[in-house]
């Protein structure tokens, strides 16, 4: 189809193709030449055309639903059908600037399928409509139908269709003046509610090539942002000057009218909905990594939003610590400011060391562990693997800056500092992903290490009981047996590692669970270590000088351990013994009954064996009963030894 565009009303020199019509412009005075319509266009485009001339002049509260429904379906109708110079015509036509102003947004639809697809022919007449209808329609109808187009279920579309409408949507909040605070909310709410459903990048590469268009959006939501975080501003710098003329300090502009103080609370609605999603979902790269990266570019802005609009990163950070005064508006505290919002911004604070210029150099390492405890509880408890990840993170980061045996031992009695390590273990032993689990058990060293003596001694003590895991407990005694070594050299005498206090710590060492029915093979790992701790103790421990307390011990360890540990790996034996037996003869007897033994990973149980990997499996049990057997042994001739001499 062409047109043929002349910049005068006249027609003398208009010459239309045959099959083709003269429309005019009311507005521009622009003629135009358009083909013949089809039937149902026509149909659509005159029953638009009799709509407007007959409501030309009326005022618009005397619009009947009637009128209402013939401009939206016959304008929606002309559009889809490709006829939207027509349509054009009629909505600059001065004439009609009244009907436009009270109906016009209902075009919305179509002319945003038509912006999105890009490559329509009438693309450009579309964008006139759109750009027209922008200017003279009002404010909350265009809203509304501005957020209607903007809900998407394809990614693709969903970056488009912010990219498209983030501008056209802040123009209209702009012109609601001092009434805009729930619609700019409203907005954001949806705008991260489509952003939500886009993937993440996990790569490098799939962040500087923008693969999922996250990016993009990022940075239009940041563009969009801007102008109402620097009103928010305005308004928070004026009222800390009036609060200070009053003689009264104000820390978040308690002086803010309702209008104003409603715009800050959904700027941070805001801040706190991004921290959490997609900051705290997304794994952002140092600069080394990427010099150039759009999402921490994007986390930078919404620390800094946070800091404009008056609220204070430190304080935030340090939230769980610090009373907060209580805050005017409708949010409560923890509504107001998310756990998992909060814990975010720690980890982007301390781990990527944003806004960390705002922070005051008086804060010790101690108390920035102290709060961060409360934000690494929460990460770590969740089952997400990147909250796992970044509540490693921030723990290892907040450890390595306190010194080496400086922790003392009443921080015990803060919750987070023994339910963090529970939650550690649960991360060693049953997290998916290998290299968390190498991360947690690394973490889990470096928090033991920056306990001092005592509270090392409490925190093994806490383990032993509480852990329920064999290796866990082996790594604990293990630890145990350096802290004992470490008080045994010249010059390093403690109270807790050696004598009395070393004795209670011992007997939770040496001794078995469920005595002789202990499964040895569940319990592998605590035993060889406590073995290992025992014979450690009988080698390095003189019967003459007994520092550790040890030979005045081993009666009650042979009664709570050694014997205990003898009768079971008889039993154990006698029993494995006759499972390898009767596999071996069944197996030779061809017996196609259900196998003997069956293999459970907590309670699940597994599909039996083969004969040949039964066998095996209990080669290897019994080859582990001799490995046991035979450290007792040489524990036992080293104890004969010693007391010989």
């Known amino acids: 189809m062409t047109y043929l565009f002349l910049r005068r009303p006249r027609t003398d020199n208009l010459k239309c193709p045959s099959g083709s019509v003269v429309v005019f412009t009311g507005l521009s005075g622009i003629a135009v030449c358009r083909e013949t319509l089809p039937e149902t266009a026509g149909m659509a485009l005159e029953q638009l055309s009799d709509m407007v001339q007959r409501c030309q002049g009326v005022p618009d509260d005397s619009y009947t639903t009637e009128d209402h429904d013939v401009f939206t379906i016959a304008g929606r109708t002309c559009i889809e059908e490709g006829n939207s110079v027509q349509v054009l015509s009629i909505v600059l036509d001065d004439k009609n600037q009244d009907i436009v102003r009270c109906m016009g947004w209902n075009l919305l639809p179509p002319l945003v399928q038509v912006l999105l697809k890009k490559e329509d022919k009438n693309l450009p007449h579309c964008l006139a409509i759109f750009n027209h209808l922008l200017e003279v329609c009002r404010p909350k109808e265009l809203l509304i139908g501005l957020l209607e187009q903007l809900e998407q279920d394809d990614p693709d579309t969903i970056a488009e269709s912010l990219h498209l409408l983030l501008n056209p949507l802040q123009k209209v909040l702009l012109c609601l003046g001092s009434r805009k605070a729930s619609s700019l909310g409203m907005t954001l709410s949806s705008v991260l509610d489509q952003v939500a459903k886009l993937p993440l990048p996990h790569t490098k590469e799939q962040e500087e090539d923008d693969v999922f268009s996250l990016c993009r959006c990022c940075t239009d939501l940041t563009t969009f942002v801007r102008p109402f975080v620097r ?38 609605k805001f801040c706190m909905k991004t921290l959490s999603h997609p900051l705290l979902e997304v794994q952002l790269k140092d600069p080394d990594t990427l ?7 994007f986390a930078t802005e919404i620390l800094n939003t946070l800091n404009a609009i008056g609220e204070s990163v430190p304080s935030l950070v340090y939230q769980p610590l610090l009373k907060r005064k209580e805050v005017p508006g409708f949010l409560e505290e923890e509504v107001r400011y998310p756990k998992e919002s909060l814990a975010s911004l720690a980890h982007l604070v301390f781990v990527h060391h944003l806004a960390a210029d705002t922070f005051p150099s008086v804060f010790s390492p101690v108390f920035c562990l102290r709060c961060n405890m409360e934000h690494v509880c929460l990460l770590l408890s969740k089952t997400d693997e990147s909250r ?9 980061k907040s450890l390595v800056r306190v010194e080496n045996g400086s922790l003392p031992a009443d921080l015990l009695e803060i919750k987070t500092f023994l339910t963090v390590p529970q939650n550690l273990v649960k991360v060693m032993t049953i997290c998916p992903r290998q290299d968390l689990r190498t991360k947690g058990l690394k973490v889990f060293q470096l928090s033991i290490d920056k306990f001092g003596t005592e509270a ?38 403690n109270t807790w590692f050696e004598g009395v206090h070393l004795l209670p710590l011992l007997r939770k060492v040496f001794s078995l669970p469920d005595g002789p029915e202990t499964d040895l093979l569940q319990y592998l790992d605590r035993v060889m270590e406590s073995l290992n701790l025992l014979r450690y103790l009988v080698i390095r421990d003189k019967v003459t000088e007994n520092q550790t307390g040890i030979w005045t011990e081993l009666y009650k360890i042979e009664d709570t351990f050694l014997r205990p540990l003898r009768v079971g790996l008889d039993m154990s034996r006698a029993h494995y013994e006759r499972e390898l037996c009767n596999t071996m003869e069944s197996k030779k007897s061809k017996a196609k009954d259900e196998s003997v033994l069956s293999v459970s990973v907590g309670d699940e149980k597994l599909p039996n064996m083969t004969p040949e990997s039964q066998i095996q499996a209990l080669h290897s049990a019994l080859h582990t009963f001799d490995m046991i057997k035979s450290v007792l042994v040489r524990i036992e001739e080293l104890i004969e030894v010693k007391d010989n001499i």
């Open 388 to 396: 796992i990840q970044k509540g490693l993170e921030l723990y290892e």
């Open 291 to 297: 010099a150039v990266s759009p999402l921490r570019n």
């Open 231 to 268: 009103e928010a501003r305005q308004n928070f710098l004026n009222s800390k000057v009036m609060s200070e003329s009053a003689g009264k300090m104000s820390v978040r502009g308690d002086w803010l009218l309702p209008d104003k103080e409603e715009l800050r609370t959904e700027l941070l």
């Open 456 to 493: 090392k001694y409490s925190f093994f003590q806490y383990m032993l009981k509480t852990s329920n895991h064999s290796g866990v407990e082996g790594y604990v005694i293990k630890n145990i047996k350096n802290q004992i070594d470490v008080a045994l050299q010249p010059g390093n005498s």
